[in-house]
DNA sequence: TATATTTCTTGCCAAATGCGAAGTTGTTCT
DNA sequence: AGAACAACTTCGCATTTGGCAAGAAATATA
């Protein structure tokens, strides 16, 4: 278990010595969760900023007639919290959930903050990871109001097509914002096309 | 003209002294748009990081076929800026109107980078503002794929009041992801139950 | 004031999606 | 292997929403 590939990450295109990405590194703890285990439960506070090294995850909230709706899917490579339980220190509405075996590295917010007060370029970083959300998050927004089910659809199975050997169709279903039955149906229609 | 508001606006339930506050709104500038201009478009880099006093923006792209896409509505005591476009220095696709006279105080990104080095409360404030606007962004578009179209105008309605009085129609319309035709139909039911 | 333009409403029909239920296939557990 | 359960597909029908077009109402412009 070596730390390259959170150091490679913390890089994100920043151009600073990698001496202080070394220095970083050394906080994160490594982290193992089994296939099913949750990394956070709704009503806890998310305190783990973590880097998901192997694995996949899934973030869901029920909806007011309790219906499971999925919010996220991560792969490896992204950082998983949820940015306003974890900022805010408040009880989390969604939770994250291992739909494989997943390893990755993570601080605390406490550590964060010290980091952040202590080295510039780790502010940088972090607005940097939050910024990222932001855009993708609206381009998501976005997508729901100007695509059909069956463009969404097609993007997704694009951009993350391992999504689909890890998670049960009702799942993908509800973060497209359809049925499960709906997206029978287009994945049916898709697939005759294509 | 004082800086009265923007420096409550600062404050945002912090507990820092009002003599940090001073000294970080003496960065920030006066601006008046005149109802109809501009304050970002697309194609340019978003380089001011407004404080809204007086007055409603509206922000907006333009999808694949051209149709304006109303992303969000801006009313007094809100920040305004496209956190992408800013933070990434990057040209912006969104476009930020002014539908009604507006006033309000900004910084560029440089003055917020130097604030954000020397000054560690303002560094909470910006995380803070961001947090709230991933968060606000998340329940909008759990709305989009959780609520009906109905809902989501009742929900708009009571929360915003006043856009009914500044923006068209359609706008609106496009802002919930639907059509205007359908919106008139939505508002015209739920008159009736009402 | 007269005219042009935009905004809003309404009607008709089509397309997309939801809902409930049934049936099939596949997986897990004992 | 057998039983139980979850995943996926398919059907018929209801509901929501979209697209187009016409007309009325409101607003802006000459």
Redesign the pocket.
């Known amino acids: 278990m070596t730390k390259e590939k959170l150091i490679d990450f913390l890089h994100q295109g920043n151009n600073i010595s990698p001496i202080v990405y070394q220095r970083i590194a050394e906080y994160f703890n490594y982290k193992k969760l089994a296939k099913g285990e949750f990394q956070l439960s709704a009503g806890k506070i998310c305190d783990e900023y973590l880097f998901l090294e192997k694995g996949y995850l899934r973030a869901f909230v029920h909806d007011t007639e309790g219906n499971e709706v999925t919010t996220n899917f991560y792969e490896p490579g992204e950082m998983v919290f949820e940015v306003s339980s974890f900022f805010k220190r408040g009880k989390s509405k969604e939770n994250i959930h291992a739909m494989s075996e997943c390893e990755g590295w993570y601080i605390t917010f406490a550590q964060l903050n010290t980091l952040f007060h202590s080295i510039p370029e780790f502010r940088d970083f972090g607005r940097s990871i939050l910024v990222q959300g932001f855009a993708g998050l609206k381009s998501r927004t976005l997508s729901m109001i100007t695509e ?3 463009q969404r659809y097609a993007e997704l199975l694009k951009s993350s097509p391992a999504i689909f050997q890890q998670a ?4 993908i ?1 509800s973060f497209l ?12 229609e898709f697939a005759k096309k294509h």
Chains 1, 2 share one sequence.
Do not use: Y
């Open positions: 059909t089910a069956e049960p169709l009702k799942n279903a914002g359809i049925t499960d039955t709906s997206l029978s149906r287009i994945r049916k």
